[in-house]
């Protein structure tokens, strides 16, 4: 009996420090300010490391209008938000018109998805900042941003009834 409690106490205390370690507690969303602070399945659905297809990263170089410039990336990275399965990101997009929208993407099993986007009226500085801008926002499909994604015809979904009033700081911010 003493060694299966021991065991047990073992395996909770194994899992408090794996929690602590990927530092993710619940409801506390963690602000990226680099596409390399995003998980690697949000990364790719980006099309980080596609070069001139992909994206560039915060503060990095990209074409803002519709001018032809086959030297840089049409979509920038401005800021995310990440918490256990869901995150929140804003994108810069050049080309004919220049617009900042917010994705929500959202993991299930090992996938990630990008289950709806909103458009912000400006860049947002700060996680707490893009949370608000997604709160009480209709939202609807990401199409026609660069994202792979098949929700091409889906409809319009509500924005989440529950979003975080709060975003820590990244570690060593």
Known sequence: MRFVTMVVAGIGLGSCLLAQAG???QGAWMEARSL???PAGIQA????GLGLAGIADRGGDFSETDASD???PRRRFVLGVVNGG???VALEQGGRVYAVRAVEF????STWDAVRCAP???VPQRGTEL???LSGKQAGPCGGIGIRTDDGDAAPTAAAPVLPARVRPRPGA
């Open 45 to 48: 659905l980006l099309g980080v």
């Open 23 to 25: 530092g993710q507690e």
């Open 120 to 122: 912000l009226v400006s």
């Open 106 to 109: 959202k993991q299930e099993g």
């Open 86 to 88: 869901t995150a929140l």
């Open 36 to 38: 390399r602070e995003l």
């Open 70 to 72: 086959d030297s840089m």
């Open 131 to 133: 949370v608000g801008a």
